[in-house]
């Protein structure tokens, strides 16, 4: 068991990830920084969010938004207002995102990497439906100074030394983990701060919720099959909003497990183990749930191209274990 920090309610982001440091002294400050950039480029990419409607009516105007980019949709932009924040920042040598074929280079000398879907669920961005940014932060292996190698963004889960998301639903939080438990933190939008809402939060071990697409059922694997079945049988609740964040965050609270498994248009799961699977597994497991790909800990499956998908069972801990048991 890790050691968990005792933190009064309310006390802002950035006075947390001060004390945090002091406590566990990890990585001289530069790690606290890659945080608060991270909730930095968030509420930019909060305030766009929530303008997310109007982005047409202003382009008909022919507005340009405040760093004078023409309008662009809205997860190309958060991919540009995340790798702005964490090239200036200058702690991130190598970005992987969701949005580009292949790495950034941010500032060679830096000692971390950072894997990120900026805007998660896009999808639901025209309907007005909650969406997330989820990100990892690794070490980089290689020395700094020197390029980059294939180490040091094809790392397994367990390498993260830092992960988690940010939900923007009827209110935007961010919640992560360093590996000492897990912490969330509301947005307070007029004073423009994250203040800690959700202290050492523990998914519960058992629920009742059940998310997965059901439309595909016909081409899940019979134990996919059977598992959905059980959980009819005891008559859980379906709760599937198309948002993995937003699905993994009402778990987290309440209890529950979500699966996108194997289906016949992918093959493979349709979810990305190095920008979305890994960063919910860490965090699952640091508030005592648990995540697989059906059969194996997501954490320990050693990444081979970037863009590599998996089958995704992450939630309660015994309900991902019950779900394994049919397999
Ligand atoms: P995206 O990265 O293209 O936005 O897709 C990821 C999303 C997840 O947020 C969500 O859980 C899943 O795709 C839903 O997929 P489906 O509509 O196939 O159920
Ligand atoms: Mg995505």
Request: glycine share 10%; net charge negative; with cysteine.
């Amino acid at each position: 068991e890790t050691s968990r920090i005792a933190q009064p309610i309310g006390s802002t982001l950035d006075r947390f990830i001060k004390s945090n440091q002091d406590q566990f002294a990890y990585a001289s400050g530069e790690l606290s920084q890659l945080l608060r950039d991270i909730a930095l480029a968030s509420k930019v990419v909060n305030r766009e969010v929530n303008k997310a409607g109007l982005i047409d009516i202003m382009g008909a105007v022919g507005s340009q938004n405040m760093a004078g980019d023409d309008q662009q949709k809205l997860d190309v932009l958060a991919n540009i207002r995340f790798t702005r924040a964490l090239a200036k920042g200058g702690e991130v040598c190598a970005l992987v995102s969701e949005e580009a074929d292949t790495f950034a280079d941010l500032n060679n000398e830096g000692k971390y990497v950072i894997a990120i879907d900026p805007l998660d669920g896009s999808s639901n961005i025209d309907v007005n439906v909650s969406i997330g940014t989820i990100f990892s932060i690794y070490r980089r292996k290689s020395p700094a100074g020197t390029p980059i190698q294939q180490e040091d963004i094809l790392q397994r889960g367990a390498d993260q030394v830092a992960a988690g998301y940010v939900l923007y639903g009827s209110s935007t939080m961010m919640v992560y983990t360093t590996g000492h438990g897990v912490n969330g933190f509301t947005y307070e939008p007029t004073l423009g701060e994250y203040f800690l809402s959700h202290p050492d939060m523990r998914m519960p071990a058992d629920g009742k919720v059940y998310s997965i697409n059901e439309g595909s059922a016909n081409s899940f694997a019979q134990p996919v099959k059977e598992y959905v079945q059980y959980c009819k049988d005891q008559k859980y609740t379906a709760r599937y909003i198309g948002s993995l964040v937003a699905d993994f965050h009402r778990n987290m609270l309440k209890g529950g497990i979500y699966i996108y498994p194997a289906t016949a248009k992918d093959p493979n799961g349709k979810l990305r183990l190095i920008y979305e699977c890994n960063a919910l597994a860490f965090v699952a497991e640091q508030a005592g749930g648990k995540a697989t790909n059906g059969s194996m800990r997501i954490l320990d499956i050693v990444p081979e191209s970037l863009h590599q998908r998996t089958a995704f069972y992450v939630g309660s801990k015994n309900m991902v274990d019950k779900s394994g048991s049919f397999a």
